[in-house]
């Protein structure tokens, strides 16, 4: 099954960096580095483990996980506000939505693995991955006190759940591991790709006053 690929731990380390730049641009101190950066590396998976029954959940059981978040968050503060500013390019925060998708990608896999493995439906196993994918970079937005990525119009929800269930379909139609983790993996991440370069999002519902 798609959970013996290991792309939990890689998925973490991105999204933390999502945090970290996300600290830098809010002007936090080192602890709010360390915090939003474990926040966005292990939200997501820790609601999936939660909902799923999982106990203990994933990073207390084993701690790797969060120290590598706290590892991410003190070299992006290290590297000063210069080099970060560097890191981020010419236009501001393209560095972040770019690791935003990667980790966004990573995670829609990992996560539907996970709940596969926990013996949950088909249907249920893509929205979980779903979830993994989409919860850690909300709870980094509410915390840093930006408007979440999901309430933008943005086509974001969306790109983690197309590639929950593309890896969830091969997966059921036969195909081996390695190629259903790879589909799922590369339609999430161009479909955030094409919003990102695009400016692609969603149709919102007009507001009233």
Known sequence: MLQHIPFEA??????????ALMAARKGMDPF???LLATLTGVGGGTVRDLLIGIRPVFWVGDPRDVLVCLVVAEVVFALGPKRVAALEGGRRGR??????????????????????????PALSAIALGTITATFGGIIRDIFAGTTPLVLRQEIYVTAAALGAAVAVTLQVIGIPLAWAAAAG???AFTLRA???????????FPTRE
């Open 32 to 34: 709010g580095f360390a």
């Open 95 to 120: 560095v972040l939505l770019w690791a935003d998708a990667l980790g966004l990608a990573l995670f829609c896999i990992t996560g539907t693995a996970k709940a596969l493995a926990a013996g949950v």
């Open 10 to 19: 890689i998925g973490v380390a991105v999204f933390a960096l999502t945090g």
């Open 194 to 204: 094409f919003a990102i370069l695009r400016g692609w999002s969603l149709p919102a």
């Open 185 to 187: 993996f590369a339609a």
